[in-house]
């Protein structure tokens, strides 16, 4: 008998976007719609825009106190969205 190599669907379809290059902007998508969820509702409350450019993502948000205290947690946030998303979309975050 012959060995069937078996994928799933989720495979089988990731394995067709990144063919056709469309991995990258469906990843960053999900990372941005994530924001509010891994930020939590108190920070993203705040939030005025957010957008990926070059591998950083920028974040606008209102109150000045927030920003320096986020910013001093970057690191943080960007290790908890890429996790989130499951890949390395983002290498840093600029708050503005």
């Not at 976007?17 to 960053?28: A, D, N, S, Y």
């Not at 070059?54 to 927030?66: D, E, H, I, K, S």
Request: aromatic residues 8%; charged residues 25%.
């Amino acid at each position: 008998m012959f060995k069937r190599d078996v994928k799933t669907i989720g495979e089988l379809i990731m394995r067709n976007l990144r063919t056709q290059g469309l991995e990258t902007p469906l990843l960053q998508k999900r990372l941005v719609e994530g924001w509010p969820v891994v930020a939590g509702p108190q920070i993203a409350r705040f939030t005025t825009d957010v957008r990926i450019v070059n591998q950083t993502l920028y974040v606008g948000l209102r109150l000045p106190a927030l920003r320096a205290d986020l910013s001093m947690r970057r690191q943080e946030f960007v290790k908890r969205l890429n996790k989130y998303v499951g890949n390395q979309v983002i290498a840093d975050i600029r708050f503005c």
